[in-house]
């Protein structure tokens, strides 16, 4: 089994999306995700749009990178917006990537639907030839 990280900021929305993505979608690639300022909550439009993709699960929270650092990934993934925020780095000498999202926080609910559709479009097959 292939492992991912997904980092972002506050780890309440892209990255959230993103990890539940993946494990939804790619067979034999677990993702994990955290935030450099982790919020502590996932937003509730993030929820929304995995419960009605079918693929939520109470398993996804806002961590910290601390709490995933015992991991051993096979690719970090940044997903932050260079425009509007600074991406983590990641201490570990791994492969990264960067597949920049804008951020749908604090935006209506059509936002996280286009960022769900977003990173399923252009994130998802990134990841899978990355890891095969």
Avoid: Q
Avoid at 29 to 52: D, F, M, P, Q, T
Avoid at 59 to 73: A, G, I, R
Wanted: hydrophobic share 40%.
């Amino acid at each position: 089994m292939k492992k991912v990280l997904i980092l972002c900021t506050g780890n309440s929305c892209r990255s959230i999306i993103a990890e539940a993505l993946v494990n939804a979608n790619l067979k034999g690639i677990k993702a994990y995700s955290a935030g450099v300022r982790a919020s502590g909550k996932v937003n509730a439009y993030a929820k929304r749009v995995l419960e009605e993709e079918g693929i939520w699960s109470e398993e996804y929270h806002s961590k910290s990178l601390d709490e995933v650092l015992h991991v051993d990934y096979d690719l970090v993934v940044t997903v932050c917006d260079h425009a509007h925020e600074t991406c983590p780095m990641f201490p570990k000498p791994i492969p990264k990537i960067h597949v920049g999202f804008s951020d749908p926080d604090g935006k209506d609910y059509g936002a996280f639907i286009l960022t769900c559709k977003a990173i399923k479009a252009e994130l998802l097959p990134i990841i899978w030839e990355k890891l095969h």
